[in-house]
């Protein structure tokens, strides 16, 4: 799991949630210079068996994993 408390009836409204997550990280670090697939392959990497409690989590997370 990549976010801990997402709430949502279904297993597909929760997985919606979590993917628009991962697409606001990966739009945030683009936002601050990073090219589309390094910003998308830092969010994967730091999404790898970790649970976030939101986005600034992710976003800490994902700069850590980047080689930028």
Do not use: M, P, W
């Not at 090219?35 to 068996?49: F, I, P, W, Y």
């Amino acid at each position: 799991s990549v976010i801990g408390h997402i709430s949502g009836n279904t297993l597909a409204e929760r997985q919606t949630k979590i993917n628009d997550l991962i697409d606001d990280v990966i739009a945030c670090l683009q936002n601050v210079g990073f090219k589309k697939r390094d910003a998308k392959l830092a969010v994967l990497k730091a999404c790898e068996g970790k649970v976030f409690e939101g986005h600034q989590a992710l976003i800490e997370a994902a700069l850590n994993k980047s080689n930028l």
